[in-house]
């Protein structure tokens, strides 16, 4: 007697079925465990240098110290240079810190460790905002600050520029070929200086100094280089994994300007960034020390 053969048809079609099903579980499970085991490398493989360490070594606090010494003079020379500007206070942020320079996909790649001291005078003036500017170049100059950059690189010449591109950074700038009215725009300058003695700008991540210099009125705030995280009214360090602070005194330049524009006109921002120790390698390092040139300070 004949056996009809759909049961055995019906069977083997949920065998297969049953199999494959089985071998799309086994994927993804190999797959989950697969990404798992890739993200836990990528994490291992992901810690960054000792940061710590470098920052704390005998030589990088001694490159400190002298940094140290060197900004305070600096920014207390340039105060008694300004006798018709009204200090508010100076900020401070030291800290040493390197960062992934492949951030997404492979192995990172590590930044060389950076030990930068960064220190930002406040000032407030009034007066005739185009005497004034002539005035703090003709001090930068004297304590042998040059502009960096393309030009315009000294705050006259971005004032020029801006008033002649129709920015009007004073109420004097229609004679200087502004086509806005007196006064229509708020100054607001920015603009970088290397020691006079250089032959090049500082090269990011490289030893040296700059000086930025912003001035500006209401309702600007100048721009500051404060070494942290200035956003919406708070003041914050950078918390990444490369990162460590030796010292950290901050003032939150929203708030300083603030104050001062309720008696004053101008606000002057000077961020004196000071990049004293470079690490490449755990045992190669470049120290701002006594084996590489300071620029001196004038007296």
């Not at 990404?35 to 493989?45: E, K, M, N, P």
């Not at 460590?244 to 002057?268: F, G, Q």
Request: with cysteine; proline share 7%.
């Amino acid at each position: 007697m004949d056996h009809p053969t759909g049961g055995r048809g019906r069977a083997g079609t949920l065998a297969d079925g049953c199999l494959i099903a089985v071998l799309v579980a086994v994927g993804v499970v190999c797959a989950l465990v697969l990404g798992a085991l890739w993200q836990i490398h990528r994490t291992l493989d992901r810690t960054p240098p000792n940061v710590g360490a470098f920052a704390h070594s005998a030589a990088t606090r001694t490159a400190d110290a002298a940094a140290a010494r060197m900004s305070s003079a600096r920014l207390t020379n340039l105060t008694k240079a300004l006798p018709w500007a009204v200090p508010l206070g100076t900020s401070e942020a030291d800290s040493c810190q390197t960062e992934n320079q492949n951030s997404f996909i492979g192995p990172a790649r590590w930044a060389p460790i950076n030990c930068a001291r960064s220190s930002v005078l406040y000032l407030a003036f009034d007066g005739d905002i185009r005497t004034r500017l002539h005035q703090l170049d003709a001090v930068l100059a004297e304590q042998e600050w040059a502009g960096s950059g393309p030009s315009p690189n000294t705050l006259t010449g971005m004032a020029t520029w801006m008033s002649q591109a129709g920015g009007d950074p004073s109420p004097d700038a229609s004679q200087q070929g502004s086509t806005k009215p007196p006064g229509s725009r708020p100054i607001c300058l920015s603009t970088t200086y290397s020691p006079a003695t250089k032959k090049h700008d500082l090269r990011h991540g490289g030893l040296g100094v700059r000086l930025r210099v912003a001035v500006a009125e209401l309702p600007c705030t100048p721009t500051a280089e404060t070494g942290d995280i200035q956003t919406g009214g708070t003041l914050e360090k950078y918390a990444d994994d490369g990162t460590v602070y030796l010292a950290w005194h901050p003032l939150l330049t929203d708030t300083v300007s603030r104050s001062a524009y309720a008696a004053h006109r101008y606000v002057a921002a000077f961020s004196l960034v000071d990049s004293y120790a470079v690490q490449s390698t755990p045992t190669t390092s470049a120290l701002a020390t006594d084996q590489v040139s300071r620029p001196a300070v004038p007296q």
